[in-house]
Structure formats: C-alpha cells, structure tokens
C-alpha cells in the first residue's frame, strides 16, 4: 500500500477527471443506469430471478464513523445488487458503492478507507456475497492506483487520438483485474459514452469530409445510442454540433444550400424549416437596428441641441420598434455600438 501512501489514488481520480474534460463538455445522463441494466439483465441468463437486496440499516453513530466530514449528513450510497443465492450482481451502483467511499480521499487515508468499508461490509452482508465484494474491492483499489501510473499519449491534446488513446490504455487495464463480466458491470454505461464522445470527435475533426458528410454520419451515430441517451443527450448534441457544422460552413464561406443540406442531414426537415425561419427573423433584426443605429448616427451628428437629438432619437426607436420588448433589447446594441464593440447578434 505504499503507492497509496503516495497519492496515487488522488492522482488516478485526477488522471479520470481530464478524460472526462477532454472528452468534451456534456454531462453524463442521470438515467443511463436503467439503460444499463436492461442490458445487464439479457447478459445474465442464470440470474433468471435477481432482487436488489437491501442492507441491514447501519445505525447513525456507526455510519458517522464510515463517513467523511464532509459527508456526515449523507446516506452511505451503497445499494449493492445480490441475486437470490446471495451472490454479487456487478453492475454500475457497484462502482457507485466504491466510489462513494474512495471519494473521501484526502479526509482520510486510503488505509482508513479501506478498513471503514470492509467494517460496513462486515455489518451489512453475509456469504458469499461478502467474500465477493471484498475481493472485487480490493481489485478495484489496486486499478485505480495503476491508472494514474499510466503515461498520457505523447500527442496533442486536441487531437482526437490523444484521447482515444487514454481511453484504450484504461480499458486494457481493466482487463489486468477485471473479468468481462464485470468490466460490463462496473464500467459498461460509462464506455457508451466514452465511445460515442470519441467517434463524435473524430467526425467532427475529419477534414477530408464536408459538413453534409459530417452531418449524416453524426446523425448515424446518435441513433445508434439507446433510447434513454438520445433522450439526454438530444439538446446538448445537436445544437452543439449545429454551431459547430454551420461556422465551419460560414468561415469558409459556404453557400445557402450547403447549410440547408447540412441541417437536413443532422436534425431533418421539420427542424430546419424552423431554423430557417430564425434565420429570416434574425436577418430582419439585424437590418433593422443596422439602419436605426445609422439614423441615430446622423443625429448625433447634426446641429441640433441635445433636448433636440434626444427628442428625434426617442421618436425614430419608437417608428424603428413599436414592441416594448424589442425596444428593451435595443439598448444593448446601442451602448456596445457608442462604445466601438461588435454588436451581438447571434450567428
């Protein structure tokens, strides 16, 4: 446990907590466990009858003692799976379990950790689930140690490979202590995020294809994901990937109907007829308080008094924008244009 005393556990959470950056800017699903374990449960032909089994409540003074300070007004989040012949189910709320109490770290030592979950296991399950969790466990700590002694790729981190390579090296680290079974337990609902964020990088990073290309295969992509994913992940994505795909298309100055094939191939027709539709408003705005800024303009520059420059500014905004709302918004872009900013209008 030497390599524990050492911080390697902290840098092995630090090592995961960049994959994750790095994997790009969405959150994980908060429904991806059902997703899991309906998968889980078409794999497990001899747990024909599997029943989530609750442990005997722990008193509050002995769950004190298991927690952290900074968790002493949480509930152990151990909901542990065991089927009906007391044997451990690995799947997903198993990893949850460990991380729960690895995630005190830097509270108290890995050593105290490790003897605060063994006493909860003790108090709370018998064989041969006992035996199962602890020796799973005890694996698992020597994997998150290992993991931050693996070395990062000598690429660039904005190379999709770079990440790609990370996540292939965890993965064949994985199989140095976990059987199949229980890498699809611990880590399977993780990997389907993992993989489609990588393949999405990759795509989008692809200069040898068009935007329309880019799009059809993203569009691919997400539809392979489960239904409960597309579900979290449909907002965040797609708008994502239409900022993305439509600024390549302007900075290279692409034509209307390479954008509309685009938009087509990511998001369908019904989508686009309302993107479209933003499109034409936005244009109207956008004339519209072009000309009113140079109106006011020559105002400002003229003659008259300033009761008077103030008098025709009102007046002009109130013919230029008869809607309260627009007149509100307007301020904005007068005060970023008096100051030489670009004025915000959206993309």
């Known amino acids: 446990m030497q390599g524990f005393r050492n911080h390697k556990v902290w840098i092995a959470i630090g090592f995961i907590v960049l994959l994750v950056i790095g994997l790009v800017f969405w959150l994980k699903p908060q429904s991806a466990n059902g997703s899991i374990s309906s ?30 300070p900074s968790q002493a007004d949480t509930q152990i989040n151990c909901q542990l799976k065991l089927d009906q012949q007391n044997s451990l189910i690995v799947n997903e709320q198993t990893k949850d379990c460990f991380e729960y109490f690895i995630t005190q770290y830097g509270e108290k030592s890995i050593a105290q950790i490790d003897e605060d979950f063994r006493k909860y296991l003790q108090q709370n399950y ?70 489609y964020t990588l393949n999405r990088m990759a795509i989008l990073d692809d200069k040898t294809l068009a935007e329309s290309e880019k ?17 979290n992940l449909q907002q965040t994505t797609k708008l994502e990937e239409l900022r993305h795909l439509t600024q390549a298309i302007q900075d290279r100055h692409g034509s209307a109907s390479e954008l509309r094939q685009m938009r087509l191939n990511l998001v369908g027709a019904e989508a686009t007829q309302r993107l479209e539709t933003l499109d034409q408003n936005r244009d109207v705005w956008k004339s519209k308080v072009n000309q009113y800024l140079d109106q006011r303009d020559t105002i400002l520059t003229s003659g008259m008094s300033d009761v008077a420059k103030q008098q025709a500014i009102t007046q002009l905004r109130k013919q230029s924008f008869e809607q309260p709302q627009e007149q509100l918004r307007l301020q904005t872009f007068e005060s970023v244009h008096d100051q030489g900013g670009k004025l915000p209008f959206a993309n």
């Open 39 to 68: 998968h889980d449960n078409s794999k497990q032909n001899t747990f024909t009858q599997m029943t989530l089994v609750a442990p005997s409540p722990v008193s509050n003074l002995a769950s004190s003692r298991l927690n952290s």
């Open 215 to 231: 799009a059809k295969r993203l569009k691919a992509l997400f539809d392979q994901l489960p239904q409960d994913w597309q579900e």
């Open 126 to 195: 018998q064989e041969p689930a006992l035996s199962q969790i602890q020796n799973l466990w005890s694996r698992y700590l020597k994997y998150r140690q290992q993991l931050g002694e693996i070395s990062p790729p000598n690429l660039k981190q904005d190379d999709p490979a770079y990440y790609r390579a990370i996540f292939s090296n965890m993965k064949n680290l994985r199989q140095k202590f976990f059987s199949a079974y229980e890498i699809s337990g611990l880590f399977g609902s993780e990997d389907i995020y993992h993989e």
